[in-house]
């Protein structure tokens, strides 16, 4: 169903609901005060024509009858009956008409003074009148014929009057309905008209006050972070695409070259040698490539433990040695250490050995000396791993350096691949962790700050 039919609906049913209250507090009401204003003609002619009997002499049973022949103010059915103290009837004002009240309801309007009765057809008014010894019960009933009419009448107005604002009411719900919706729909035109090769395109926000403003702001917001995922998708499969085209373009040179003549056969090992290692450059770039992969897939669940991080820092430097034989790695604890559980962390061993060796092999390829300088400061809340080595970061490129293939024009010529400080960046956010770049006076720090508490991906 449309929102604009199930609001008209809505709109319809709560006014039909409040209408047919007020329609039947009218009714009611009205009913109501009909059958008042009945009642008191019914008192005022019992009070009357027993003041007329006991107090006027010169007025008999026979004299009140034509009276009341007389009187224009008669109502159908019309009866006023008077009783003695002994329940005798003293008059009668309509012979063909009784109203058969028996002894206890007499005795009810003597001890109750006035009282209304409901008999069949008839409304009866009863009081009790004393006056100089006389003790009369007075009773005046009737058919209430034309308050009926009346209250008919007035139910058929109340029915036509609400199907009639019914029908109103819906007709004018669906056009409010259609204009309070047209922000919507404008909405809806424009991000239809949104494809991936336009994704700069935004939606107009004609109001950011309310919920459609508050709505297109954040559909923009998501459009923005689409944008940048597809610039990045599209970055990534372009720089993974130059970077796997390099070494199968020098394998297949050097295979081709190789097939044009007989070679030696050292010269064929030359070849082979080279060709492994060119292979060897594909299969750790397919491997970072999986483990930046991995670490970027949010619902991949990490099993987590107890880490010492003193441990991971030694195993790390002790790996990186046997490839690379001419890098110094420096590694610096404080001297002071007594509770050797402030070293510990909640983590993941393997990607924290991952981050660490790629802080420190980065901070070896681009030192002047190939020498890095690891400080570990252990604390009640953090562990800090602070990574040093002589080198330089343009300002503007600080920002940059955690984008997957970034590489600046100094780095140009040292192999890599741009991935290794946006694999370390991950890992640390992973582990609800901090990293930071300062390069200052021909020194380059990294500072690593992870939190002694659990982390929140297992």
């Known amino acids: 169903m449309q929102i604009r039919t199930r609001l008209t609906i809505q709109f319809t049913l709560l006014v039909s609901v409040i209408v047919l209250l007020a329609f039947t507090a009218i009714y009611y009401f009205r009913k109501y005060n009909l059958e008042e204003q009945f009642y008191y003609r019914l008192r005022q002619k019992a009070l009357s024509t027993v003041e007329l009997l006991v107090n006027q002499n010169e007025v008999n049973s026979e004299t009140l009858k034509l009276i009341d022949q007389s009187n224009r103010d008669l109502l159908y059915k019309e009866n006023v009956i008077l009783y003695t103290y002994r329940n005798n009837i003293y008059h009668l004002s309509n012979d063909t008409i009784n109203f058969n009240l028996d002894r206890n309801i007499l005795n009810q309007i003597r001890l109750n003074k006035e009282l209304k009765i409901e008999k069949g057809e008839y409304k009866i008014y009863g009081l009790y009148y004393t006056n100089e010894g006389e003790r009369m019960v007075s009773v005046a009933g009737a058919v209430d014929v034309a308050d009926q009419i009346s209250m008919r009448a007035l139910?058929?107005?109340?029915?036509?009057?609400?199907?009639?604002?019914?029908?109103?009411?819906?007709?004018?719900?669906?056009?409010?309905?259609?204009?309070?919706?047209?922000p919507i729909s404008t909405v809806i035109n424009e991000v239809q008209r949104i494809y991936p090769q336009n994704l700069s395109k935004r939606v107009n926000t004609q109001n950011e006050k309310d919920e459609i403003g508050r709505l297109t702001f954040t559909f923009n917001a998501l459009l923005d972070r689409v944008e940048q995922a597809f610039r990045l998708q599209n970055m990534f499969i372009s720089n993974v695409s130059h970077?796997?085209?390099?070494?199968?373009?020098?394998?297949?040179?050097?295979?081709?070259?190789?097939?044009?003549?007989?070679?030696?056969?050292e010269e064929y090992r030359n070849t082979i040698a080279s060709v492994l290692a060119d292979s060897r450059d594909l299969s750790q770039l397919s491997n970072t490539l999986l483990e930046l992969a991995k670490v970027s897939d949010q619902n991949q669940p990490f099993l987590t433990a107890p880490v010492r991080m003193d441990e991971i820092v030694w195993d790390a430097r002790d790996l990186l040695r046997t490839t690379h034989e001419t890098y110094t790695i420096k590694v610096e604890f404080p001297a002071d250490i007594e509770d050797e559980t402030i070293l510990t962390l909640n983590g993941n061993a393997y990607l924290l050995k991952v981050a660490v060796i790629n802080l420190m092999e980065n901070g070896c390829k681009f030192s002047v000396d190939h020498i890095v300088n690891v400080a570990v400061q252990p604390s009640e809340s953090e562990l800090?791993?602070?990574?040093?080595?002589?080198?330089?970061?343009?300002?503007?490129?600080?920002?940059?350096?955690?984008?997957?293939?970034?590489?600046?024009?100094?780095?140009?010529?040292?192999?890599?691949?741009?991935?290794?400080?946006?694999l370390v960046d991950r890992i640390i956010k992973l582990h609800n962790g901090t990293i930071e770049v300062d390069s200052q006076n021909g020194n380059v720090q990294f500072v690593v700050s992870l939190p002694q508490e659990k982390s929140n991906f297992q």
């Not at 036509?160 to 007709?171: D, E, G, M, P």
């Not at 970077?243 to 056969?265: A, G, M």
């Open 155 to 182: 139910l058929r107005i109340l029915v036509y009057a609400y199907i009639s604002s019914i029908l109103l009411v819906a007709v004018v719900g669906w056009f409010f309905a259609g204009r309070a919706l047209v």
């Open 384 to 422: 800090k791993l602070i990574f040093n080595n002589r080198s330089n970061i343009a300002e503007e490129e600080i920002g940059l350096i955690f984008q997957p293939f970034y590489r600046s024009q100094k780095s140009v010529r040292t192999s890599g691949y741009g991935i290794g400080l946006s």
């Open 243 to 265: 970077e796997l085209k390099n070494p199968l373009t020098k394998i297949i040179s050097q295979l081709e070259v190789t097939l044009l003549r007989e070679r030696s056969s």
